[in-house]
């Protein structure tokens, strides 16, 4: 491995050449049945054709010019996912960490335009929202932010999933301007909240007059059976992030906002000089193409269903497995020990997993496979995990 890169990653010794749908090879042309995407990032797979077509058609003409102009793929995405997620205005970032400082920024700002000394956000434990040093502040993971002293003031941290800790705050503390949640934890272990969690965290929000803001940077673009996860409770968010799924591989990220969170912004707030640059843009209008011209989402919710039904066929009861959580393909399988040893036997038979939060053996498959390919991950994670117990 290259001393030439910054230890920030540990990283399994394999590099991947190229890929196909859900299969990459390595470059001893092994192939491996991808159960990760990416992390959530490649939903529609690897080399997709009408993905690949966009991106050489683009790039062909134009990448980058500049905010300082009009750039009309960026307007015609705004408007696309606006109309797709009832929000108002977009401001496009490169990652999901900058999204979600936009989302800060625009709490901030909203907070201190009111009057309200020292605005603070509620975040939740077990969180993820980035690396940077607001979002690894609002991120609920002590290993993420050891070390980065002193963090950013301006937030205070409940339990996930605990509406009365919120309410909690809301009787003792008015400088709240805001709430920031994952709909699903990913990072945290595919954490699943309550089916009203949501809905009451809006209740919340619009007593007080909080912006309730929803991180779907994991969640959103189909990966949990609907377009945006929250769109499985009847609540819309004042302000959401994107990243991960909607650029399939090229980064892109996107902070959407609605009503009073739409306006805060004016000329000078904030910025990016390749955020919204025309290949990402026209990436992000292609890859929304794909998902509304299929019935990607509903693949997504089905199986989900056909995992979770596997998984409990094969792993359900068994002792050593503590839970199986599945919100459309976000599945966490969370064992009674430390399990991140599975991440290499996996490899070595031809399989990306992951491990997060220890214990939990998450996947992340692209939306794109087929009953066949999702049966084949089933025996094959269950298999594995069988014998590791
Ligand atoms: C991945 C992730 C982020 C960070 O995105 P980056 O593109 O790595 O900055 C933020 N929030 C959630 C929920 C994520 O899954």
Redesign the pocket.
Known sequence: MSDALMTTYNRLPVAFSRGEGAWLWDSQDKRYLDAISG??VCGLGHAHPEIQNAICDQASSLIHTSNIYRISHQETLGERLCDIADMERVFFA???????EAAIKIARLYGNRRGIKNPTIIVMEQ??????LA?LTA?GNRKVQAGFEPLVQGFARVPYDDIQAIEEIAKNNSSVVAVLV?PV???GGVNIPADDYLNRIREICDRHEWLMML?????GMGRTGKMFSHQHNRCLPDVM?L??GLGNGM?I?ACLARGAAAEVFAPGNHGSTFGGNPLACRVGLSVLDVIESSDLIIRAAKLGARMQAGFEEKLGGLEGVTEIRVSGLMIGIELDRPCGELVTLALEQGLLINVTAESVVRLLPPLIISDEICDEIIEKVAALIIAFL
């Not at 969180?127 to 940077?132: C, L, M, V, Y």
């Not at 991180?215 to 969640?219: A, V």
């Open positions: 992390i959530a490169n990652s999901g960490a900058e999204a979600n969180s993820f929202h980035g690396r940077t979002t991120t994952e934890q990913g990072e991180d779907e940077i994991q969640t992030t990243a991960k980064p990220g």
